[in-house]
């Protein structure tokens, strides 16, 4: 069974920068497009980012140009560059394949808050 583990996240002010990661045990890793996800209490959990085997990368309108994906194929992680962090952007943060999803890891709590 893939396992997803997702770290990196914590408490930071509004305007400041975390980096989170996420360690997959996937056999095909650099051969499955990876996303990004967040779910805020309350609030359904939605696609963040992504990006494809190939690199090309996809981000919601409402963090373009803040968040930025990224993967090492040889390190089976994704990773994702926040920076200007908002309060709206706080929320457990997972990872997982874009489509069929894997089973869901605990995700990394993001807390953006002065």
């Known amino acids: 069974q893939v396992q997803l583990v997702e770290s990196g996240g914590g408490l930071v002010q509004p305007g400041g920068s975390l980096r989170l990661s996420c360690a997959s045990s996937a056999a095909f890793f650099s051969l499955t497009s990876m996303a990004w996800y967040r779910q805020a209490p309350g609030k359904e959990r939605e696609l963040v980012a992504s990006?494809?085997?190939?690199?090309?990368?996809n981000y919601a309108d409402s963090v373009k140009g803040r968040f930025t994906i990224s993967r090492d194929n040889n390190k089976n992680t994704l990773y994702l560059q926040m920076n200007s962090l908002k309060p709206d952007d706080s929320a457990v943060y997972y990872c997982?394949?874009?489509?069929?999803?894997?089973?869901w890891g605990q995700g990394t709590q993001v807390t953006v808050s002065s």
């Open positions: 997982n394949r874009v489509g069929v999803t894997y089973p």
């Open positions: 990006v494809t085997s190939g690199g090309s990368t």
